[in-house]
């Protein structure tokens, strides 16, 4: 049967097509004239008209649909699609954004949220920060002549990183180091590896205070090294010294031009630039001034100099000028170490004063100390024995005793005195210094002769009771300073020892009268004796004149506090006394004359307590006076403690030393010689006058 063909175009089938004929070509038009070449076909030759058949152009193969059911046509070809890139750029755009909010929020948390941290820590590995020490200020005589002063020094400092083996390429630098500088700075070694050693830190200071000289050598011995490692980096060596990381700054040594004098009354300054005794702890507030600080950029340890830095200057200490003269204390300092060594003498002391001001002129102990070099100081030594010491006084205490017989009105100088060869009081028989028959004394007498059963007698005579006796002398010996500070002020210094008169034991209350029983200071001594030269009036003891500012503004220390303890009277008539101990030939104290003065003063033997053992062994010598008697400007005090060569009474061995010292200060200060003559008092009374 015939097919019957659908209306539309029949698609013909490539395989089954027949060669198309050559001479009869494709035209779009059968109404065209020329016949239009169309471009050629793929598969087929480049020219029609070649004479060859052509194989039947192959038609282009529709793309295929796609739909729910698959591609369209029973045979046409699959094709493989590209996938899309669209999510691939999605997820590397949202990478990229993570990537970057988490810079931003970084760079937020750094620049705003913690930028002072991040900026302190910078500061910290850049800037170093050093204090600039203040200038202390010096310490002078009441003329202005330099007792202690500052000096230029450095200060050994280290950078420990230049240390490490990174830096330096050498395993043990600190070792090496320290080993080298250990000699010279008079450190241990040990000490100073564990500084070099200090771990996360940019700098240590390895000494203090150091001469220039010291310096000069470490500098010398860098130098050696340098040029030493400069020539090992030729043969693979690092190039760089062990000793690279060792600086100074410039800071300033203590040093006392006089060397040991007044060394007890100055102190001295410890490692830390404090002071460590005397007037250097006493006024080291004022003396020290207030340390500044610098901070600068630094690279390697070294101050780079072209960078900003800030600075707090420094005010200097004020200076402190002393009461003291210089010469003065010279003679008392020469005096008593010359006879402490004679007397093989545990030690001395020798107290100068102003009657008037109550202005110590010295103070001198021995043995002493060199305040320029501790590490050869004897320990019991390094502190001021004239006051910080408390001993008997022994008969110098007799004339408060005095004081109050006379101004109580219960004797005069010329009161006679029966002074049997031993008295008996209490639980206990009491004698003098030196055996006698019975004397016949004045009250003058007793003093002159040092007396102590005459001295039991007299002030047995305050009270109708021993009990009222010992109060109303109790109150005097109050007066007069006993049992307080001196008003000095000064570190370690001690009162004394002042029982209360309810408290005086049966023995206590016969021998206080007379200096024992009771203990004060060598200061607490010689104060006694300027209140007598005063008129009666008990000024306080001054060390310290003023100050000198930063700006060199003196400004005078406070007034002294005044008492009036006796009456005029009372001290005249005691003065008078007093110079018969002296002057008078039955005195004690004739060595301590002086040709051309009037000459007021008190022998003194006490038997001394051990301050090891806490019992009686040995003696305390003394002697304390004024002059001119008749015009009193100068008190000197002298005591000596347990001397074992020699004598052991006060009169003969420390009248002389009293002699020497009130003579050049007599003459140092320009005192003229007294012009009138003393008056002579009655010492002895004949029986039945």
Avoid at 194 to 208: D, E, F, G, I, N
Wanted: hydrophobic share 35%; with cysteine.
């Amino acid at each position: 049967m015939p097919s019957k063909e659908p209306p539309h175009r029949r698609v013909p089938n490539p395989a089954r097509s027949s060669p198309a004929r050559s001479d009869s070509p494709r035209s779009d038009s059968p109404h065209s004239d020329s016949p239009r070449s169309s471009p050629p076909r793929s598969g087929s030759p480049r020219s029609a008209n070649d004479g060859r058949a052509r194989p039947a152009v192959r038609p282009a193969p529709r793309r295929p649909r796609t739909g729910s059911g698959g591609p369209r046509g029973p045979r046409g070809p699959r094709q493989i699609r590209l996938g899309s890139p669209r999510p691939r750029l999605r997820l590397v755009s949202l990478a990229l954004t993570l990537v970057m909010l988490a810079f931003v929020i970084r760079l937020l948390q750094v620049q705003a949220v913690d930028a002072s941290t991040y900026t302190a820590k910078a500061e910290k590995s850049r800037y170093l920060s050093h204090t600039i020490a203040a200038e202390r200020g010096e310490i002078t005589d009441r003329s202005g002549i330099a007792l202690a002063t500052s000096v230029d020094a450095y200060d050994i400092t280290a950078d420990p990183f230049m240390f490490t083996p990174d830096f330096t390429k050498v395993p043990d630098a600190p070792e090496k180091a320290a080993a080298l500088l250990a000699p010279i700075l008079g450190a241990q070694s040990a000490d100073l590896v564990k500084k070099l050693k200090a771990p996360k830190s940019r700098y240590t200071v390895l000494a203090r205070r150091q001469t220039p000289q010291v310096w000069n050598q470490i500098k010398d011995l860098k130098g050696v090294l340098a040029e030493k490692a400069s020539k090992e980096k030729t043969a693979g060596g690092s190039g760089i010294s062990v000793l690279s990381g060792v600086f100074q700054e410039a800071s300033s040594k203590r040093v006392y031009p006089n060397g040991d004098l007044a060394a007890g009354i100055l102190g001295y300054v410890n490692a830390a630039g404090h002071g460590g005794g005397g007037v250097e702890s006493m006024l080291d507030k004022e003396l020290a001034g207030e340390d500044g600080q610098v901070t600068y950029a630094q690279s390697g340890g070294r101050r780079v100099p072209t960078a900003s830095s800030r600075e707090k200057p420094a005010v200097p200490g004020s200076g402190i000028e002393l009461t003291i003269d210089r010469d003065i204390q010279w003679a008392a300092q020469k005096a008593i170490t010359d006879q402490v060594a004679e007397s093989k003498a545990d030690r001395g002391y020798v107290m100068v004063q102003n009657t008037r001001t109550g202005e110590v002129l010295a103070m001198a102990n021995a043995p002493g100390f060199d305040p320029n070099d501790l590490s050869e100081a004897n320990s019991a030594a390094m502190g001021n024995a004239a006051l910080q010491d408390a001993y008997e006084p022994g008969s110098t205490s007799k004339v408060m005793s005095m004081a109050a017989v006379l101004e109580e009105g219960v004797a005069t100088p010329g009161t006679h005195v029966v002074i049997p060869n031993r008295l008996h009081r209490g639980d206990r028989l009491f004698k003098d210094d030196v055996d006698h028959p019975t004397w016949n004394l004045t009250l003058n007498g007793v003093l002159a002769k040092s007396s102590n059963i005459g001295t039991i007698l007299a002030t047995g005579q305050l009270g109708k009771t021993q009990a009222e006796a010992n109060k109303v002398l109790h109150s005097y010996l109050h007066k007069f300073g006993i049992g307080q500070s001196t008003g000095l002020k000064y570190p370690g210094e001690t009162r004394g020892i002042l029982a209360e008169p309810q408290d005086w034991s049966t023995s206590q209350q016969y021998t206080i009268p007379f200096g024992q029983g009771l203990s004060l200071n060598a200061m607490q001594a010689a104060s006694v004796y300027s209140t007598i030269a005063n008129g009666g009036v008990r000024t306080e003891p001054t060390l310290i004149r003023g100050t000198n500012g930063p700006d060199g503004r003196f400004t005078p220390a406070p007034a002294p506090k005044k008492t009036r303890v006796v009456s005029e009277k009372t001290a005249k008539t005691l003065a008078t006394m007093l110079e018969s101990v002296v002057g008078d030939e039955e005195g004690t104290g004739t060595k301590a004359a002086i040709p051309g003065y009037r000459v007021a003063g008190k022998t003194g033997t006490a038997n001394r307590v051990d301050p090891k053992l806490g019992v009686y062994k040995g003696y305390t010598a003394s002697f304390a006076g004024f002059a001119p008697a008749d015009d009193p400007q100068i008190t000197v005090y002298c005591a000596i403690q347990n001397p074992l060569k020699g004598s052991h009474f006060g009169g003969q061995i420390c009248g002389p030393i009293y002699k020497k010292v009130m003579e050049f200060a007599l003459k140092t200060l320009r005192v003229e010689p007294t012009g009138s003559k003393p008056a002579r008092l009655p010492v002895a009374f004949k029986p039945g006058e």
